[in-house]
């Protein structure tokens, strides 16, 4: 396939930053990708360069020597654009330039194939997910409570503290169809319990609360009124650690006194899943705590892997966690999360498909998560018209899958 045009331009997104958007045409076809942005970082992720500054590179350097080139898949042309960066963090073209133009490629070629882009990527998901096309729906990781820097208030201006940690979601399992009506249910049942609060992010409710326990006690009794879910947390535990010691809720514990806590809270509440429970240059308390509890509920990396290949590989070797959280944005094409999602399945473990806290209307996500035929997906709250396009998106490709 020769791309014949390749042009970028700023938008916004969720928080209104500027992020990149990008179209390819081929012939009379032509798609449009744009890229997420995260407020809450890995160290090692990928780097993403201003807004402008990419779209100069699209329009520059990339539209000029893609446009000079044949490629006959998707992959080929990821290939081109890792060589043509250069850099094994992406720094010098920028990692949200080469992840626009890779998910719109990744578009194009699906279009060319005339298929369904989770369908194309189906075909490439690799092995140890299961083969063929046929996709299998994510459990909905339903991003309820938003804390940490995903909430820009600061902690004591309503009287009590903002949640410390980033995220409380709740999980829903089964088919989208069935799942997304219980979703919005709990997120309005939450909404009258929790009154009149700040939205924070990722489209969830921003409450205070005086203790740690009090949002996973209510999270509970939605729980218990609701069949089919549990409960999950991004800890994101790095934006709280500061001089070799954690900081909740004014209280300072040592990463032996908050894996005790997460040990009772696993054992008090239904917890599925928790995230990034420590900083993320903690490995071995990763693997004290994967040793302790999971057996029961997934150890979820995401600071701590950043979508890496070779960072996961490093994790499966220490046994650090046992789920690997994938957001194409940290690596800055979609062959090498695919890789990701490749050593997160020879490690024996889960994978689960992930916005960003800045967001956009691309649906992108929702087509990976099937596709890679994902344990989950993290497409935010229900607050935000641009988290909802992703659930929208998601019962559109059940409905294609089944006709």
Known sequence: MNIDKAVARTIPDTRGRLTIEVTLASGTRSTTASAPSGKSTGTHEALELDASIAVENVNGEIASTLTQHDFNSADALDTFLIELDGTPDKSRLGANALLSVSIAAQRLFALGESVPLWSAIAERRPAQAGAGTTPVAPRLYVNVMNGGVHVDFPSTSLGTSKLPFQEYILVVEGKTSEAFPIAQEAFAKLGERLGNVPM????????????????????????KELSGTSIAIDAAASEFFKDSTYHLLGKSYSADELLALYREFAERFPIHSIEDPFDEESADYFTKLTAALGDKILIVGDDLTVTNPARIREAAAHKEINAVLVKPNQIGTVREAIQAVQETYTAGWQAIASHRSGETNDTFIADFAYGIGAHGIKAGGLGQRERLEKYERLLAIEHEAEH
Do not use: S
């Open 200 to 223: 924070g992010d990722e489209g969830g409710y921003a409450p205070t609360f005086d203790t740690l326990e009090q949002p996973f006690e209510i999270l509970t009794d939605l729980v």
